[in-house]
């Protein structure tokens, strides 16, 4: 966030499990004064995840518009990005495994992902998970998982105007310096 206190166009905000990232990111979309539009790609499949988006629902409370999209994330920015909201998209590695599960073309969804984040209409705040600093993964689809993930983040670091990785809460900002 700015000086200012304005929110860039597009902003990413990387970290680890339980680092704090998403909260991180809420309070930069509440900060901006703007209606805030929670956009979320993870899709409830057992209790566990269940729990974990009724949490995330509950911490964010009624003031934010939900809109849950975990494939055509593209579309739905081009959908819901307007001038006078900011929109938080949490996460795209969720996405990102969503479009792998569904045997989508993974470099074409990415690309259009980039494009749609280069016209959209207003602030972007996109979370996501760090998974590159781990040791290699054992198997074929974690290997290629994380190098989609590497690849994305890199792609999105490259237009994004702010950049933020977070670690035990505390957010570090990676761009600009």
């Known amino acids: 966030m700015a000086a200012d206190g304005t929110l860039g166009a597009l902003t990413l905000v990387l970290g680890g499990a339980r680092s704090g990232k998403s909260g991180f990111a809420e309070d930069l979309v509440a900060q901006s004064g703007l209606?805030?539009?929670y956009l979320a790609t993870g899709q409830a499949g057992d209790e566990e995840m269940t729990a974990r988006i009724a949490r995330h629902r509950a911490r964010r409370g009624d003031e934010w518009t939900?809109?849950?999209?975990?494939?055509?994330?593209?579309?739905?920015?081009?959908?819901?990005?307007a001038p006078d909201r900011a929109v938080l998209v949490d996460c795209l590695t969720l996405w990102l495994s969503n479009v792998i599960a569904a045997g989508a073309d993974?470099?074409?969804?990415?690309?259009?992902?980039?494009a749609a984040l280069d016209r959209v209409e207003g602030p972007v705040v996109l979370v996501s998970n760090e998974v590159g600093q781990g040791?290699?993964?054992?198997?074929?689809?974690?290997?290629?998982?994380?190098?989609?993930?590497?690849?994305?983040?890199?792609?999105?670091?490259?237009?994004?105007?702010e950049v933020y990785f977070v670690t035990a809460g505390l957010a570090t900002r990676l761009k600009p310096r």
């Open 135 to 161: 040791i290699v993964p054992d198997n074929e689809l974690a290997r290629a998982f994380r190098d989609h993930a590497g690849l994305l983040h890199q792609a999105v670091a490259g237009i994004a105007d």
């Open 35 to 37: 209606v805030p539009v």
């Open 106 to 114: 993974v470099d074409g969804a990415c690309a259009a992902l980039a």
């Open 66 to 81: 939900t809109v849950e999209e975990s494939i055509e994330l593209a579309a739905a920015l081009a959908r819901e990005a």
